[in-house]
């Protein structure tokens, strides 16, 4: 790309120059590294969406590694989801059960808070939690996968707890 003419990408002409730039290569990118059932495409434009949300803040030497990086977060958040969901629908109700009816009723209503409150977590929170709590890695994997330190994990994990137990009374 030519030497920074603005500070930034926010120019139509430089940022359609990046998009027929970067985007087959994120394209490429995000499908080999995830295959298509994550919708590469939609990554894509999630991306280059966001890159022209921030557009003031990125200089055009820095779009290709903003793309990249953006598209990668959002798929593994992506995922990270979908394996929750996957985990809930997995689970068989019993088909006879000595609980009462009432204790039936607030495990569900408990199971909807939880999800309720899971989802008003930041993206950062919600991720390392998941990542932690649900696919069970520790804290140093965590801080490899999303490229930040090992604290900066145990703070979004220690946060979404206390978020959590704010939102639910009992856990």
């Known amino acids: 790309m030519p030497k920074d003419l603005n500070n930034h990408i926010c120019d139509e002409a430089l940022f359609s120059k990046a998009f027929s730039d970067y985007s087959k290569d994120l394209h490429d990118f995000l499908y080999y590294k995830f295959g298509s059932h994550i919708n590469p495409q939609d990554k894509v434009q999630e991306a280059f969406v966001k890159l022209w949300q921030k557009c003031k803040d990125v200089k055009p030497s820095k779009a290709k590694s903003f793309l990249f990086t953006v598209a990668n977060n959002l798929t593994l958040n992506d995922i990270a989801h ?90």
């Not at 929750?84 to 607030?106: A, G, I, N, R, Y």
């Open 82 to 171: 979908q394996k929750v969901v996957l985990k809930f629908q997995e689970t068989k109700p019993k088909s006879s059960t000595h609980e009462d009816p009432e204790f039936l009723m607030q495990e569900q209503e408990y199971k909807l808070k939880l999800q309720k409150a899971i989802s008003n977590l930041t993206e950062a929170q919600r991720v390392a939690f998941l990542m932690n709590r649900i696919e069970g890695k520790k804290h140093k994997e965590i801080a490899e996968v999303l490229n930040i330190s090992q604290k900066a994990v145990e703070k979004r994990i220690y946060g979404a707890l206390k978020q959590l137990r704010k939102e639910i009374e009992g856990i």
